[in-house]
């Protein structure tokens, strides 16, 4: 007799400033934490999510591993940004046999790149406007992208058993937690150098996109105006004090950065209006670094007009408190959106 062995990946995050260690054990929003831990990585290791230095972070996430006494070896990572292209588009009604077939030939004029570059995959969203047509997420993520975060977790002595990506992942954490209200929800991970937009209806994504803004905004801006180190407009930018910047103007910059944030984030949400002809976005969750930085939900609810709350990932994720640090896990929950919504995935699941 044979039983088939459940396992339980891990998931990594492998952010720009922080790798995200997840481990969770369960079924169907009914979850317990199993592992759970973060590392940071200096700031020219992954720029603007191109890995410059491979063995820097496969050490880290080594580090990471014994840090945690990991033992699994599967894994589930996921990526993001400008190599990675999201569409929904109409094709016409097929097998998922038929599609997983045609798709690659479809997506060819949907994509910026050669065919011969990326990877393709689906999902089948439901009826298409026009009778005989399905409306279809296509997903395309050049392979070089994906080879780079392969290659990573590998070298770190893993086995990558999911690829996801950062938007979908976001999608799964809020799917787990929170329950799916009318209207149209807007998520947003907001990182260091990428913020994932993805736009849900009635639970569904109908809009996803990726833009090159985050919180190394600040960063950059506090360097540049104060002339502090990256060390030290990371420590102004928490809220510790720091020689040689005073309060008065780190605030105005910080509040000029946001604005700007936040301008980027309707011109998106405009677009998505456009281009789908929904309606307006009626609340928002945010998660990833920014949605820290002490005034950033309050000013994008007062420029929206609507509701804006920070994402809890562990919000009905069972925790142990002889094995954990509530305390610890609270005030970095919003960093670990993607790597919650990454653990909940396993091999073969889709
Ligand atoms: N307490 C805090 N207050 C303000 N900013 C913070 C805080 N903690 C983290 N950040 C900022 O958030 C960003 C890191 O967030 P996050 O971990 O979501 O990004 P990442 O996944 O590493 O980046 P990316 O996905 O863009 O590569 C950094 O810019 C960091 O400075
Ligand atoms: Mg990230």
Not at 36 to 55: T, Y
Not at 215 to 228: A, I, K, P, S, V
Request: proline content about 3%; charged content about 25%; some cysteine.
């Amino acid at each position: 007799m044979f039983f088939s062995k459940k396992i339980e990946p891990i998931a990594l995050d492998i952010g720009s400033t922080f790798i995200k260690l997840v481990q969770l054990k369960g079924s169907n929003r009914n979850y317990q934490l199993m592992k759970f831990g973060m590392i940071p990585l200096p700031p020219e290791v992954i720029v603007e999510g191109a890995v410059m230095d491979a063995g820097r972070v496969v050490d880290a996430i080594k580090e990471l591993l014994a840090a945690h006494k990991v033992a699994t070896k599967e894994v589930v990572i996921s990526v993001s940004g400008s190599s990675v292209i999201i569409k929904r588009v109409s094709v016409a009604d097929m097998t998922d046999e038929e599609l997983a077939e045609s798709i690659k030939w479809e997506a060819e004029q949907y994509i910026p790149f050669s065919i011969d570059d990326v990877n393709v995959d689906f999902q089948k969203l439901g009826a298409g406007a026009t009778e005989g047509q399905a409306d279809v997420l296509l997903v395309a993520v050049k392979k070089d992208k994906i080879n780079d975060y392969v290659n990573l977790v590998k070298e770190a002595g893993l086995d990558p058993v999911v690829m996801d990506v950062d938007a979908f992942a976001l999608a799964n954490m809020y799917e787990l937690n929170y329950d799916i209200e009318a209207g149209t929800t807007a998520l947003l991970n907001i990182g260091a150098s990428v913020m994932n937009i993805n736009i849900l209806k009635d639970g569904m994504s109908i809009f996803t996109r990726d833009i090159t803004v985050g919180g190394n905004r600040y960063t950059e801006g506090l360097q540049r105006d104060f002339g502090l180190t990256n060390e030290d407009a990371e420590k102004v930018k928490r809220g510790e004090s720091v020689e040689g910047a005073d309060k008065d103007q780190i605030s105005a910059v910080m509040s000029s950065v946001t604005e700007d944030i936040v301008a980027e984030t309707q011109r998106s949400f405009e677009f998505f209006r456009s281009t789908t002809g929904s309606e307006q976005v009626s609340r928002v969750f945010v998660s990833g670094g920014c949605a820290l930085i002490g005034h950033f939900t309050s000013i994008l609810s007062e420029r929206l007009e609507i509701p804006v709350e920070v994402a809890n990932p562990f919000k009905n994720v069972k925790i142990d408190p002889k094995k954990f640090d509530a305390a610890i896990i609270e005030e970095s929950a919003p960093l670990c959106a993607v790597a919650v919504g990454l653990a909940i995935r396993r091999p073969g699941d889709r």
